[in-house]
T-cell receptor, first 114, second 113 residues
Framework: NAGVTQTPKFQVLKTGQSMTLQCAQDMNHNSMYWYRQDPGMGLRLIYYSASEGTTDKGEVPNGYNVSRLNKREFSLRLESAAPSQTSVYFC?????????????FGPGTRLLVL | AQKITQTQPGMFVQEKEAVTLDCTYDTSDQSYGLFWYKQPSSGEMIFLIYQGSYDEQNATEGRYSLNFQKARKSANLVISASQLGDSAMYFCAMREEGQNFVFGPGTRLSVLP
């Protein structure tokens, strides 16, 4: 009954370091998303994957890359971390369906870039 | 342009009382959905309630109800009989047909004993 899992839970990076945030879902959902959450700004979409094999930019894609490895897994990569990327990152998934289909969220990854 | 507005950064409510969290949205589409999520201090995002633009009745889920006023483009969340466990951030979100979710900035609710 895992739902959406994310690793790691916490990470501290130095400016310029790279890292990959991992996300996996076991609900057989087609769509997956990466958001960042900053105080006073809600959740902003970084990248999404509407289905296996496709990825698209969201509202704030600069500085990030993604890979939809298979239907289950969607990773987010920071090639050269910057202090502005300090945030909480959420992965989410959604099955195809009508407007009423909600997203299911992972527990989040807290990232601090020094 | 901001599509979702939540004008109350923080709210206080006494335990057992009802509270309304405001949400207004901006869209020119006729078909869209409105969602509310709860984020407790533990950090996870929990889906609470959904209202479709064509739904004539206000949505209800237990102690949660959505006061949907289409002409005013508002979708306020009403929590009845507040409990201490309701203390959390609450986010309003909208999805237009064929589009991704857009979230508001959130309202922090504190329930006082």
């Amino acid at each position: 009954n895992a739902g959406v899992t994310q690793t790691p839970k916490f990470q501290v990076l130095k400016t310029g370091q790279s890292m990959t945030l991992q996300c996996a879902q076991d609900m057989n959902h087609n769509s997956m998303y990466w958001y960042r959450q900053d105080p006073g700004m809600g959740l902003r979409l970084i990248y999404y994957s509407a289905s296996e094999g496709t990825t698209d930019k969201g509202e704030v894609p600069n500085g990030y890359n993604v890979s939809r490895l298979n239907k289950r897994e969607f990773s987010l990569r920071l090639e050269s971390a910057a202090p502005s990327q300090t945030s909480v990152y959420f992965c989410a998934s959604k099955r195809q369906g009508g407007l009423g289909e909600t997203q299911y969220f992972g527990p989040g990854t807290r990232l601090l870039v020094l | 342009a901001q599509k979702i507005t939540q004008t109350q950064p923080g709210m206080f409510v006494q335990e057992k009382e009802a509270v309304t969290l405001d949400c207004t949205y901006d869209t020119s589409d006729q078909s869209y959905g409105l969602f509310w999520y709860k984020q407790p201090s533990s950090g996870e995002m929990i889906f609470l309630i959904y209202q479709g633009s064509y739904d004539e009745q206000n949505a209800t889920e237990g102690r949660y109800s959505l006061n949907f006023q289409k002409a005013r483009k508002s979708a306020n969340l009403v929590i009845s009989a507040s409990q201490l466990g309701d203390s959390a951030m609450y986010f309003c979100a909208m999805r237009e047909e064929g589009q991704n979710f857009v979230f508001g900035p959130g309202t922090r609710l504190s329930v006082l004993p």
